[in-house]
């Protein structure tokens, strides 16, 4: 059985290419656009890692990843939070809110797979 990939992200010509990205990566996928829907999609089936957008209406990135880590059975789960904000205190911020890897947009399509495939591999 194949490892499920969270994609969590407004915007949909990131959320297609991203998709498609992982699929071809042999991961199964689902989406949803915005904060809310990650913490009901994690209710309804806790996936193998999350790939987290930060600017989203409603909760961002970073409350979602706090909100992960504060439960008990999803404090493993491997998050990587993708945004546009490249400036190191972002990168700090969500390294500290529980972030495994950040990653800056745009981002190189290999640089997403082989971050996903090393962070599933390591187990954290």
Request: no cysteine; glycine share 6%.
């Given at each position: 059985m194949s490892q499920e990939i969270l994609i969590v992200d407004d915007e949909a010509n990131i959320v297609l290419s991203l998709e498609f990205l992982?699929?071809?990566?042999?991961?199964?996928?689902?989406t949803v656009e915005d904060g809310e829907?990650?913490?009901?999609?994690?209710?309804?089936?806790?996936?193998?890692l999350i790939?987290?957008?930060?600017?989203m209406?409603?909760?961002d990135g970073y409350e979602v990843c706090q909100q992960i880590r504060r439960?008990?059975?999803?404090?493993?789960?491997?998050v990587i939070m993708?945004?546009?904000k490249g400036r190191d205190v972002e990168r700090e911020k969500g390294l500290?809110?529980?972030?495994?890897?950040?990653?800056?947009?745009?981002?190189s399509t290999q640089e997403v797979v082989e971050t996903v495939h090393s962070i599933l591999a390591s187990g954290t």
């Open positions: 992982m699929k071809q990566a042999g991961f199964a996928v689902r829907q990650a913490l009901r999609a994690l209710e309804e089936q806790v996936p193998d790939l987290l957008d930060v600017m209406p409603g909760k439960r008990p059975e999803w404090a493993d789960l491997p993708l945004t546009a500290a809110m529980g972030a495994d890897d950040y990653i800056t947009k745009p981002f």
